[in-house]
């Protein structure tokens, strides 16, 4: 059957627009040939640097031919009727319609019949719109007319059934782009025009042309290439599938190549190595064998080159050379000043306007940071709060103003380049009257000269590395895929970081509202669950909460001091736990039901109830018994409504009449202790296993024993009794927020 063979070729597209084009294109193409009635066998979608294409087979010749009945008013209606009927079915008279028995009487009927068109004018009426349209992330309009496109339009090719289908692209009357069986091979290695009649043709042209269309194909040939080039120095190419991708974007003719770092530039540290070369100029980094960064690194041109590419070789080494000259230049510069003594510029760096500077922000973070060790098992109060102090001081230096994606890291390189001790310098007193001079202290730090950072104790080599790996580590996990930090000092800085920043922005009511997050607090919300759960740390966090808040309003009294803005950030974790458990298969009602538990903070001991009610549940007598509570729920509920009453309280053991209820009674007695002697100690499967113990009790209840007795005072008693129930399985968890 025939095929239809689309290229839309223009100016370069952005390389992280491609993937997302390639598909909307396929989607709205394929969407309007369904809604014209044009059924297809398969349609594939391909996306170069300069293209958009798409190749759908199996397509008919013509549309199928339409025939429609539309029914109508009954035969003798009001003229009213009649002529809108005709008017709404485009018809002029009842001659054009007939007459049907219903069943109910005659009614007239339109019956409304459409010859398909030809399937390659239809696919011009679909895709002026699609293009015209397309939901680009940025777009641009030009040559006057009010269409947009990603990039300016050269061409666009157009085959079907093995014909061009010619013609031309308008919109509001203005010629944008005509509309060929022709296209152009690579910008400079192939840049005449030719003429295809369908895709096998088409992609063998091309390749002709230097110009592979595959993305797939593009990227194994440049992981390949690289991997080859590196293996045969004794090096491997350090792993990036952001760069891989990214790279697989700008080429239509990828050609990896090796090209060689002065050894000047090797003493920068490793991260500004990579990120210069990553960020700036797309090259990637290669290594040693012992994982070390290695002199060399690996690019991608987009031509082939006389001399395998030694002129473009030197070009991106003199390229390099450049970049890295600054790099080193802010790195011999930065040295110059220990750490600590750049934190007091950090009273010039605006945290938030409504929560100060972020000099202000370290001294609670280190305050907070001293106060989490204490529960943290391995943690040093005092090294915790040395790296808090230092943690956001290398933001005042030219390497992370050059590389920003560096902060945190050339903290860490910064503390290893100081010493042992870091930053014993004269100037202590001024680095002491400068923070006394920066407006009202928040209450949680001694600005003196003896709790300076300049003024710490020497400390050992392993000391330092601890600081510094908290300093760099203090950001993480930045998102669901990054490493959680497990270095206890680092662990306790980088929640006394997150915690302060939800603690500050819920105090000034800045909470992400639907889609919006501009201060990433959902992410850093996900960022104390990770390290809390993924260390199992047994972290109360209200009391943290109202701790972070409480040294935020000693230095600005004017801030809220309700205590339930603890609890409403709580809340938000809540949220966001759901999300996190969800994302590894744990149903959210659950988390709900556990969550519901008053007092319920301790994110650990919330996970393993939770993990224990899945279990339970997954069990026959889980099944059961969240069946069971849910018949009692629901009759309780009912009565007292009818009653207008509440049967919430205490069971009179001498009403208890029939076995079943009595045994029921004890039963319940029996799992409350039970469960509260296994809650005492954690266990909550144990709690769990006293809970199934009344299945069979309540079974035989519910066979045995007419709730809505005759006897009022019977009744009422039994209904306590069924209350009493969900009181007993509230022990564990809140059944009523669990589904099925």
């Known amino acids: 059957m025939p095929e239809l063979l689309l290229e839309l070729l223009s100016e370069e597209i952005p390389a992280r627009m491609q993937r997302r084009a390639a598909q909307d294109l396929k989607r709205l193409v394929t969407d309007g040939l369904k809604k014209a009635r044009l059924d297809f066998a398969s349609a594939d979608a391909f996306v170069t640097p300069r293209r958009l294409i798409l190749v759908i087979d199996g397509l008919p010749e013509r549309q199928p031919d339409l025939?429609?009945?539309?029914?109508?008013?009954?035969?003798?209606?009001?003229?009213?009727?009649?002529s809108g009927f005709l008017r709404g079915a485009g018809l002029d008279s009842l001659d054009q319609c007939v007459k049907r028995d219903t069943g109910k009487g005659e009614a007239w009927f339109a019956v409304i019949e459409q010859a398909g068109n030809a399937t390659h004018r239809v696919i011009l009426d679909i895709l002026m719109p699609v293009i015209w349209s397309f939901p680009w992330q940025k777009s641009m309009r030009w040559a006057g007319s009010k269409g947009r496109y990603v990039r300016p339009l050269h061409g666009i090719l157009l085959v079907f059934n093995g014909k061009a289908v010619s013609g031309q692209m308008e919109f509001e009357g203005g010629v944008v782009a005509p509309i060929s069986?022709?296209?152009?091979?690579?910008?400079?290695?192939?840049?005449?025009?030719?003429?295809?009649?369908?895709?096998?043709?088409?992609?063998e042209k091309l390749r002709r042309g230097s110009v592979m269309i595959d993305p797939a194909e593009r990227r194994e040939i440049i992981a390949d290439g690289l991997a080859k080039l590196a293996a045969a120095e004794g090096l491997r190419v350090k792993d990036d599938p952001g760069l891989l991708d990214e790279v697989t974007g700008l080429v239509e003719w990828p050609v990896p190549l090796l090209g060689k770092i002065d050894a000047a530039f090797m003493d920068l540290p490793a991260e500004a190595l990579t990120s210069s070369m990553r960020a700036h100029q797309k090259y990637f980094a290669l290594l040693?064998?012992?994982?070390?960064?290695?002199?060399?690194?690996?690019?991608?041109?987009?031509?082939?080159?006389?001399?395998?590419?030694?002129?473009?070789?030197?070009?991106?080494?003199?390229?390099?050379?450049?970049?890295?000259a600054d790099a080193k230049f802010f790195w011999d510069q930065d040295r110059k000043i220990p750490l600590?003594?750049?934190?007091?510029?950090?009273?010039?760096?605006?945290f938030h306007a409504k929560l100060?500077?972020?000099?202000?922000?370290?001294?609670?973070?280190?305050?907070?940071a001293e106060d989490l060790a204490e529960d943290i098992q391995g943690a040093d109060p005092k090294l915790a709060r040395v790296a808090a102090q230092l943690c956001k001081a290398d933001l005042v230096t030219g390497m992370v103003a050059e590389f920003p994606d560096l902060q945190g890291i050339m903290g860490e390189h910064f503390t290893l380049s100081d010493g042992k001790v870091l930053a014993a310098n004269p100037d202590a007193n001024k680095m002491a009257e400068h923070y006394a001079t920066q407006g009202p202290n928040d209450g949680s730090q001694d600005?003196?000269?003896?709790?300076?950072?300049?003024?710490?104790?020497?400390?050992t080599d392993d000391e330092v590395r601890t600081v510094g790996k908290a300093i760099s580590d203090h950001y993480a996990p930045q998102g669901p895929n990054d490493r959680c930090p497990d270095a206890p000092v680092s662990v306790a800085v980088a929640l006394a970081d997150?915690?302060?920043?939800?603690?500050?922005?819920?105090?000034?009511?800045?909470?992400?509202?639907?889609?919006?997050?501009?201060?990433?607090?959902?992410?850093?919300?996900?960022?104390?669950?990770?390290?809390?759960?993924?260390?199992?740390?047994?972290?109360?966090?209200?009391?943290?909460f109202t701790v972070a808040m409480r040294r935020y309003r000693d230095a600005d009294p004017a801030l809220p001091g309700d205590g339930n803005i603890a609890n409403d950030l709580l809340s938000f974790f809540a949220d966001r736990l759901k999300v996190h458990l969800r994302g590894q298969g744990v149903r959210h009602d659950l988390i709900a039901a556990v969550f519901a538990l008053s007092g319920e903070d301790d994110l650990v001991r919330l996970r393993a109830r939770v993990d224990a009610l899945t279990k339970f549940l997954d069990s026959e007598d889980g099944v059961n018994l969240l069946a069971a509570y849910k018949r009692a729920v629901n009759i309780v509920a009912i009565e007292e409504k009818k009653d207008n009453a509440r049967y919430d309280g205490a069971v009179n053991p001498a009403l208890l009449v029939q076995d079943e209820e009595a045994i029921l009674f004890n039963s319940f007695?029996?799992?409350?202790?039970?469960?509260?002697?296994?809650?005492?100690?954690?266990?909550?499967?144990?709690?769990?296993?006293?809970?199934?113990?009344?299945?069979?009790?309540?079974?035989?209840?519910?066979?045995?024993?007419?709730?809505n007795a005759d006897d009022a005072v019977l009744r009422a008693n039994r209904l306590r009794l069924l209350s009493q129930f969900r009181t007993t399985l509230h022990q564990i968890a809140d059944f009523s927020q669990i589904e099925g």
């Open 67 to 82: 025939r429609e009945e539309r029914k109508g008013p009954k035969v003798g209606a009001p003229d009213k009727a009649i």
């Open 181 to 203: 069986n022709s296209t152009t091979g690579h910008r400079f290695l192939a840049p005449g025009s030719f003429t295809v009649t369908g895709f096998a043709d088409y992609r």
């Open 288 to 324: 040693n064998a012992d994982g070390s960064l290695a002199p060399r690194f690996g690019f991608v041109a987009n031509i082939e080159a006389a001399e395998d590419g030694a002129a473009i070789i030197a070009g991106n080494e003199r390229v390099l050379r450049a970049r890295l």
């Open 340 to 350: 600590a003594d750049r934190a007091p510029a950090l009273e010039e760096f605006v």
């Open 356 to 368: 100060g500077s972020v000099a202000a922000k370290t001294r609670r973070i280190a305050a907070l």
């Open 447 to 459: 600005i003196s000269v003896e709790n300076s950072v300049s003024q710490v104790d020497t400390l």
């Open 498 to 544: 997150k915690i302060d920043t939800l603690a500050g922005f819920w105090l000034i009511d800045q909470k992400p509202t639907g889609s919006k997050d501009p201060y990433a607090l959902r992410r850093a919300a996900l960022g104390v669950i990770r390290l809390i759960l993924e260390n199992k740390l047994r972290i109360r966090l209200v009391p943290v």
């Open 669 to 707: 007695n029996e799992a409350i202790a039970g469960a509260k002697e296994a809650l005492a100690l954690e266990g909550f499967g144990a709690a769990m296993a006293a809970m199934a113990e009344l299945r069979a009790p309540v079974d035989e209840f519910f066979d045995q024993v007419t709730v």
